[in-house]
């Protein structure tokens, strides 16, 4: 039994800022990775951003540089600061977690619900 809370979605002008968070909890033995995904309409769902369970962070190349992925430490929650957003961010985001439930031997993945961000003027 594992709930992912997303928020921090909305309509913002181009150029604007908007932070996402994604709050697990639940039977929840550890967390190795949380990660963003979006999918706008007609199109593949894509890995925004990921964070390990250490420092190591990765983004999607169009994203680099405006965002940033990180993890708090004092509870199961990862955030993503968009600056600078453009009408092509505009996209269903989704929170995706990769953890261990009753035992390290059983990796198991986790998605949210999505949370809507519109850039448009």
């Known amino acids: 039994q594992v709930q992912l809370v997303e928020s921090g979605g909305g309509v913002v002008q181009p150029g604007g800022s908007l932070r996402l968070s994604c709050a697990a909890s639940g039977s929840i033995l550890s967390i190795n990775t949380m990660g963003w995904y979006r999918q706008a309409p007609g199109k593949q769902r894509e890995l925004v951003a990921t964070i390990t369970s250490g420092v190591s962070t990765s983004y999607l190349d169009s994203v680099k540089g405006r965002f940033t992925i990180s993890r708090d430490s004092g509870e199961n929650t990862v955030y993503l600061q968009m600056k600078n957003l453009k009408p092509e961010d505009t996209a269903v985001y989704y929170c995706?977690?990769?953890?261990?439930?009753?035992?390290?031997?059983?990796?198991?993945?986790?998605w949210g619900q999505g949370t809507q961000v519109t850039v448009s003027s």
């Open positions: 995706k977690i990769g953890y261990f439930g009753a035992s390290y031997s059983s990796p198991r993945e986790y």
